[in-house]
């Protein structure tokens, strides 16, 4: 099973990116799906997940910016972003984890948000 993610890109300061992601194959088991992002020379850094049954946990930077939202059946995860800032470009990390401790990550796309 393979993640491909899509959306990034650049953006000027204010404006909106959604991005998505998708699994290749059926995952069986999913108890949380999320993305992360790691921007140069920082930590990879929780963005935003959602649980199976749609508790959402979002970090601290994001929270009232970015909505994440998610598509079971084909194990699509998505996230929307407005109000982008400069500090928000990062590489965005698509991510799903699993019972017995499955953890599947994708490739990560760039976003970049210029001032």
């Known amino acids: 099973v393979q993640l491909q993610a899509f959306g990034g890109g650049l953006v000027q300061a204010g404006g909106s990116l959604r991005l998505s992601c998708a699994a290749s194959g059926i995952i069986f088991g999913i108890n949380a799906m999320g993305w992360y992002r790691q921007a140069p020379g920082k930590q990879r850094e929780l963005v935003a997940a959602?649980?199976?049954?749609?508790?959402?946990n979002y970090g601290d930077s994001v929270k009232g910016r970015f909505t994440i939202s998610r598509d079971i059946p084909k194990n699509t995860v998505y996230l929307q972003m407005n109000s982008l800032k400069p500090e928000d470009t990062a590489v965005y990390y698509c991510n799903i984890g699993a019972t017995g401790g499955r953890i599947y990550w994708g490739q990560g796309t760039q976003v970049t948000v210029s001032s």
């Open positions: 959602m649980t199976t049954r749609g508790s959402t």
